[in-house]
């Protein structure tokens, strides 16, 4: 070891500082080299300045020498490794302490050591948790790196050319080209000298299709060639014009990867001399990689500085011609109106926030919430912002503004500027002329984007919410009903909501005048149609108090509030509904929804109320259905009889959310039956013959299938002459409605009636036709549903006629799991009906190697549709064969080990099956599948142990399995089994 | 007064009265003859409130502070125009004021606005009226330009029959649109908070109403 790291006294650093227990059996081997006093132990050996190599004085252990480190961790016998570990511990950083600091690894070691503190925190925790998430978290690690890795290959192969790396090209060539036999090129130089400040050459209109510059090259054997570098590669473009000096922008000739590839190409002296130059050019490119600033060579340097001349007097004609160049005055405008735009936009809010202070007639009662002071800090800082920019930009504006406001008037519409004018007297008016303001703004057309926008580009947002706090209730009124229209836009929704608009109105919910209430609850329901405007409801309390407003019985104890602007009990808990709908799609606020008694007050609502009410009641259902406990709560509340009648009503869009609903709740069996026993499968069945509204059809043909699961439910639909109506729409229907449809189909196939039926309606055909598609939900349905039919022989023939076997084959090609083992379970029945099964499945080309490749798969469903598969397969000898060869018996034993019963099943089957070729039943056994099949007797699925004790019959007859399965206990376990 | 007159003047104002039962009359009489002072009635001379001292009322108790505005609620209430409210003046005048349908409501505040009783509202009458709601601002060369413009938009919203004034049918059928303009020109009637205040006082227990 010594040898390794060179003489001794370089590791003078290497010292180990712990509490070590080995102190007494130092003294007791009575090292040959050490000298023990009382307290202290030191070894003779010593270094050059003449320190103790070893040096013990509890607690403290020094030691300077590999040689003697692994002495004494051979003492601590027992506790080596709890050593070794603190010996690392204490000296985090061994390389810089022998080798110096300059070879200080910090960063990697400050890595290390922040895994090092978890792990600590895990063993002194004890937590299991912890360890599971530490584990997590390096897992992710390595997945990040490995991503990081991947993608950066990915993209180093993609780079494109930028305007550093043409200069730089342009600036090598130009050192190599001249007058001369050995220069690659007679001369190249920019088409203009112009350069923009990101360092393209090419007008800002051609910049946009990515072009960096043009170039002028005159090769030794050709003709001036003009090039176009853009940042996709380097192309011949149509020429300069002679007389305009204008560019002809058109690609003429191929995309290159740079400038050198095309000019190899075009000029044959360039390549020949090129190749001569090749090492120096690539030097320098190297150089002018490396070091940018450093001038290494005087010829370098001599260049440079010439280009940057040149660059210098670029700046000076650029400031010459600042009047004439078309380029600069069309650029110039554009800025200028950036600015002025700016100017007065500040200047405007600056009069606002004055007017405002003056102003503040409309007593505010802002309460002194976070909410309110972070708007009074963002007003400070906005303030000092207006006041930088004003003085900055004071001349321009005074120079400017009469044709800016020329230009900007030819653009506006003239709603604009009255809305604008509204808008001021909305913030300078006292509350009567706030009211007329409010009113007047009202019959603007405010459903109209232009209007909505220009409310808010007026700053008319802020004052409707400001209007919001007062105490004012016309106010209020007027406020909300303006931004109840303009919260349809979504550009508004979020703009009211970065405003602190919704707190506000969530607090007008607890006011006592009902058509506030309305108002502000359809106020949310408009904006409340993004996550982050749903989590501001939630927490400030909004959900609570739109439940209460579903409340009717509660409104009619409050008293009386005798008032002009009042509505009915109804209409407030159509509001609360409404705003709860727009809520409710996201998961916290249907938990929240739950929580505040939200359920039984929908129910109610939806017993006894007008269908305007019941469309956001019932949608609130429908989007609250995808969750497991508000399904079992709707089926307590008896919410799915009403749903049922609702059904029957004239209201498509009514429905159709009924039908949604079922189709959520309908994944319970017991709602199933429940649907059943209240007369929604004959509703069903007569909405599926109404096909003109795609929603409402893929909510019924949804609800249509959830339904179809339940054996008695399929009886009812068949008399309902449901199936019918459902191959009907096999056809012409958008895949939202394909799915459910198919999904039916599939469900309704299972009885042999159902097969019958779909036979001769001619069903058949479209399914095969949809195997075809991309849609995975379709496809794993129509999978399910061609398999279906499949048992029936003579459905068998029609498919296997459309050529339905390839295509189902082909889709165990498909990436996803589900899909691949729809088709894998669809195959099964049609290899066992199909006629000359055997020769068909020959006749794919690698179907079958295709398949026992599967058996490598890690999903759960795909590995047993695949073993089924397999076992049907395996019924022809000479496939047996074949797969055999691809190596089924290793792949099969592989997952012996399982402890899923579909998988077992299927699996033992399969191993029966596969046992009956050559010396498959030696293999099995040799691959270790006899002892794991023994097991799965335990297993307390019959058919488990149906398939597996055929299994075991097959893989009896050889003798070493028959030991195997004696060793484990079959006997025994088959008995007690056949007993039973 | 004694008691038997009370009850017959009670009786009398309840049945002409229909936003008020007896109980609430009588709470509304009492609050009166409070607020008047126990003067005794003399010949000749009506015993009731003067201007100002409806004013003031309007202005403590409604939270009213237009000038204009109280006065002439004043004139709404004196409907005789004597320059002073009489109890059954006063009873009636607040049936409308605290609970008229929307339709007296309208009357009675068309009737507020039109300034000079002429049956429309002109321009003048709505520009005296709104001449204080905008902020004056000191760079405007003309401070009532502001004004003059609201004006006409009012007009413009209100006015159906295009004839440059206000008439009763122009600001029922504009009320009736939009409820919020009932109060177009400035605030006539209670505010809900106050109002609900001035009843549950006056109903609840009438003797601890004194005057404010």
């Keep these: 070891m010594e040898n390794q790291f060179g003489p001794l006294s370089l590791w003078t650093g290497l010292c180990c500082q712990h509490k070590l227990s080995i102190f007494s059996s130092l003294l007791q081997f009575q090292f040959k080299s050490l000298l023990i006093s009382e307290t202290t132990v030191e070894s003779e050996e010593a270094d050059n300045n003449a320190q103790p190599l070893l040096f013990l004085s509890v607690p403290q252990i020094k030691i300077r020498s590999f040689g003697q480190l692994s002495r004494v961790l051979h003492i601590a016998t027992d506790t080596k490794l709890k050593e070794a570990q603190a010996c690392i511990e204490a000296n985090r950083n061994p390389i810089a302490k022998i080798l110096g600091l300059d070879y200080n690894m910090i960063k990697e070691i400050n890595e290390d050591s922040s895994v090092v503190t978890i792990l600590d925190k895990i063993t002194k925790d004890d937590d299991p948790e912890s360890e599971i998430k530490m584990k997590i978290a390096l897992l992710l690690k390595q997945l990040d790196l490995h991503l990081l890795n991947r993608s950066l290959k990915h993209i180093s192969l993609e780079i494109r050319l930028n305007p550093g790396t043409v200069k730089n090209d342009v600036e090598l060539l130009k050192r190599f080209s001249g007058k001369g036999e050995k220069t690659v090129l007679e001369s190249i130089e920019y088409t203009s000298d112009y350069e923009f400040s990101n360092g393209c050459g090419a007008p800002p209109w051609r910049q946009i299709q990515g072009e960096i510059c043009y170039v002028l090259v005159k090769p030794h054997d050709a003709e001036t060639l003009c090039i176009t570098c853009s940042r996709e590669g380097v192309f011949l473009n149509g020429g300069k014009t002679d007389d305009e000096g204008e560019i002809n922008y058109e690609r003429k000739g191929e995309i290159y990867k740079d400038l050198v590839t095309l000019l190899r190409e075009k000029s044959a002296i360039f390549s020949e001399n090129m190749s001569q130059q090749e090492v120096r050019f690539n030097e320098e490119q190297q150089k002018e990689k490396d070091q940018p600033n450093a001038a290494p060579e005087e010829e370098a340097a001599a260049l440079r500085e010439a280009s940057a001349a040149s660059r210098r007097s670029a700046l000076e004609k650029k400031q010459i011609s600042l009047g004439r160049s078309q380029m600069t005055k069309r650029l110039e405008p554009t800025l200028n109106w950036n600015t002025t735009v700016d100017a007065k936009k500040n200047k405007s809010s600056l009069r606002d926030t004055q007017e405002e202070k003056h102003g503040g007639r409309l007593e505010k009662s802002r309460p002194s919430t976070s ?13 000092i912002e207006e006041i930088i920019s004003e003085s900055s930009s004071e001349s321009e504006e005074d120079e400017e503004p009469p044709d800016h406001l020329q230009e900007a008037n030819a653009d506006l519409p003239s709603e604009y500027w009255q809305i604008q004018k509204l808008v001021k007297y909305l913030k300078g008016g006292n509350q009567t002329a706030t009211v007329i303001a409010l009113c007047c703004m009202q019959d603007f057309n405010l459903a109209q984007e232009t209007c909505q926008l220009a409310i808010r580009d007026v700053g008319g947002l802020e004052v409707l919410i400001n209007l919001l706090e007062t105490d004012e209730v016309k ?81 009619a104890t409050e008293p009386a509030e005798r008032s002009l602007y009042e509505a009915h009990d109804g209409e407030v808990a159509r509001c609360g509904a409404l705003a709860l709908w727009s809520c409710s799609k996201s998961y916290a606020n249907k938990e929240a929804i739950r929580r505040a008694g939200g359920i039984p007050l929908l129910a109610q609502l939806l017993k006894t109320s007008h269908e305007n009410m019941l469309i ?83 909510a019924v043909t ?68 949809l195997l075809v598609g991309t849609n995975r939900a379709l496809l794993v349905n129509v999978t399910k549903a061609i398999g279906a039919c499949a048992v029936e022989p003579e459905s068998m023939t029609i498919i296997d006629h459309l050529d339905g076997v390839r295509l189902l084959w082909s889709l165990l090609k498909n990436p996803h799991p589900d899909v691949k083992a729809g088709a894998a379970w669809a195959l099964c029945p049609c290899i066992q009906n199909a006629k000359d099964a055997g020769e068909m499945v020959r006749s794919f080309v690698g179907g079958l190697e295709l398949v026992v490749n599967l058996l490598k798969s890690d999903n759960k469903e795909v590995l047993a549709s695949v073993c089924a598969a397999i076992t049907n397969i395996a019924k022809d000898q000479e496939n047996l064969a074949v797969i055999t060869d691809h190596g089924v018996v290793p792949l099969l034993s592989k997952l012996a080990n399982t402890n899923d019963d579909t998988l077992r099943r299927h699996l033992a089957e399969a191993i029966s099956r596969c046992c009956m070729w050559g010396r498959n039943r030696v293999a099995f056994g040799e691959h270790k599948a006899v002892a794991p099949l023994v097991r799965y007797l335990k297993s307390n699925d019959t058919n488990v142990h149906r398939a597996t004790a055929q299994a075991l019959y097959q893989l009896s007859e050889d003798a070493d399995n028959c030991i195997t399965m004696h060793e484990n206990g079959a006997v025994k376990v088959l008995l007690t089994n056949f007993v039973v | ?135 004056k601002q000191p760079s405007e060369e003309d401070p009532d330009e502001g004004i003059k413009d609201l004006v006409e938009i009012t007009l413009k919203k209100m006015d159906h029959d295009h004839d440059g004034k206000l008439s009763f049918a122009d600001y029922e059928q504009a009320v009736r649109e939009e409820t919020l303009l009932l109060e177009a020109f400035g605030p006539c009637l209670p505010d809900p908070k106050s109002q609900k205040e001035f009843e549950a006082q006056v109903f609840k227990d009438p003797n601890e109403f004194n005057e404010v």
């Excluded at chain 1, 429940?674 to 893929?698: F, I, P, Y």
């Design chain 2, 1 to 135: 007064m004694n008691r038997k007159k009370l009850q017959k003047l009670t009786d009398s104002l309840t049945k002409n009265c229909k936003h008020f039962n007896k109980f609430e009359v009588k709470c509304l009489i009492n609050l009166f003859y409070n607020l008047v002072g126990d003067v005794t009635e003399r010949q000749g001379l009506a015993v009731g409130l003067d201007r100002n001292a409806f004013r003031n009322i309007l202005h403590v108790t409604f939270g009213m502070t237009d000038d204009m505005i109280m006065d002439r609620v004043f004139r709404e209430f004196d409907k005789d125009n004597d320059g002073c409210i009489t109890v059954s003046e006063w009873v009636y005048g607040l049936s409308v004021f605290l609970r008229g349908t929307l339709e007296e409501k309208m009357k009675y505040c068309f009737d507020v606005f039109d300034l000079n009783g002429d049956g429309f509202i002109s321009k003048e009458e709505m520009f005296h009226m709104l001449k204080d709601s905008l902020l």
């Design chain 1, 371 to 383: 909410p309110g002071k972070a708007q009074l800090i963002r007003k400070s800082a906005e303030k």
């Design chain 1, 475 to 555: 106010c209020k009124i007027g406020s909300l009903k303006i931004l109840k229209e303009i919260s349809h836009n979504p550009q508004i929704r979020r703009n009211i909501v970065d405003l602190g608009g919704l707190p506000v109105m969530v607090n007008i919910l607890d006011s006592p005048h009902k058509s506030l209430k309305c108002l502000a609850a359809e106020t949310i329901a408009n904006v409340a149609k993004f996550r982050r405007a749903w989590r501001a409801v939630r927490h400030h309390g909004g959900i609570t108090k739109l439940v209460a407003l579903l409340d009717c019985r509660q409104h």
């Design chain 1, 702 to 769: 949804g609800a249509t299938w959830k339904c179809s699961t339940s054996k008695e439910n399929v009886t009812k639909f068949r008399e309902y002459k449901a199936i019918e109506a459902l191959v009907g729409l096999l056809t012409d229907q958008p895949e939202e409605v394909l799915v459910n449809v198919v999904g039916a189909l599939g469900e309704c196939c299972r009885e042999p009636e159902g097969r019958v039926t779909v036979r001769k309606l001619g069903g058949v055909q479209p399914l095969v036709d």
């Design chain 1, 616 to 698: 956001p009641v019932v949608g609130t259902l429908q989007e609250c259905a995808s969750e497991e406990n508000y399904r079992a709560a709707i089926k307590a509340e008896r919410i799915i009889e009403t749903l049922v009648k609702k059904l029957n009503s004239e209201n498509k869009q009514l429905q159709k959310h009924c039908a949604m609903a079922i189709y959520q709740c309908a994944e319970d069996e017991e709602t199933r039956e429940l649907v059943r026993l209240h007369g929604g499968l004959r509703a069903l069945a007569s909405l599926l013959s109404n096909t003109d509204n795609k929603e409402r059809l893929a």
